[in-house]
């Protein structure tokens, strides 16, 4: 296997124990990858294109797959306050989770935090309303 391969691999897998030891989600890996890929999502829907796609150049290669999949660069930014934005991850996520939906997303936020450049995030807070940041810390 190639090492880019095995490097993208044991990024996203870190990333996803992170979510799944928090949650005790080990025996249900589903739950946090649908997790990780909910807020991503969203958050690249609530972002403009240009931001939408330097912060996936900081997100490892196996990410930016699932980062982009169903994406309409026309139709961005949504617009959203940031209680929108948490429904949005809500409607979207099709797990019960213990606690609200701002735990679920400062949870992967926290955790990409840790495992990406920091002047990725920076740059998507930069362009979202102040209320979002607590989200993305």
Do not use: C
């Not at 609530?46 to 912060?55: G, H, N, Q, S």
């Not at 939906?101 to 002047?119: E, N, Q, S």
């Amino acid at each position: 296997m190639p090492a880019a391969f095995e490097t993208t691999i044991q990024k996203t897998t870190e990333i996803l124990n992170e979510i799944e030891e928090h949650y005790g989600w080990e025996d249900r890996p589903d739950q946090a990858y649908s997790a990780f890929r909910t807020v991503l999502q969203t958050l690249r829907d609530r972002l403009p294109p240009k931001v939408a796609i330097e912060f996936a150049a900081e997100l490892p290669t196996l990410v930016r797959g699932f980062y982009f999949e169903g994406w309409i660069p026309d139709e961005t930014p949504k617009k959203m306050t940031k209680e929108e934005f948490l429904t949005e991850v809500r409607r979207r996520f099709r797990f019960s989770v213990d606690g609200d939906m701002r735990h679920l997303v400062r949870l992967v936020f926290g955790a990409l935090h840790r495992h990406i450049d920091a002047a990725a995030v920076n740059k998507a807070r930069a362009v979202l309303p102040p209320d979002y940041s607590e989200l993305l810390s």
